[in-house]
């Protein structure tokens, strides 16, 4: 069985910056807020994609984004950057597989702010 284990990218100094400039309790409710969209986001992706919605799978996927760069999760931002891609190429087998890497990647980085804000608070 293929291991699916690939390390997610958080970029600490982001989330720092916000902290900076709105202070903790502005910062963590931006944060908060993220995370919650985010997984929101990358429920809407997956459903979109099983559904076959793809222009409504690529609109997700580029929210995505915006949200995962605001708050440091650059590999997610970059795998949510490789759906499109895929959309946009129309080859279905590397939807599937960039869709569901997505997944596995979104679900990771949320872990990770969470459990850095564990650590934090």
Known sequence: MLKQDEAVRLDSGQLEKLYEQLGEAGAEDVVCRALE?????????????????????????????????????????????????????GDANAQAATVMRLVRIGERSLSEVWDLQDVTL
């Open 37 to 89: 969209e985010l997984a929101l986001r990358l429920a809407q992706t997956e459903r979109a994609w099983r559904e076959g919605r793809l222009a409504e799978m690529r609109k997700s996927a580029r929210g995505l984004i915006a949200i995962a760069d605001q708050i440091g999760l650059n590999t997610l931002a970059e795998v949510a950057r490789d759906v499109t891609v895929c959309v946009d190429s």
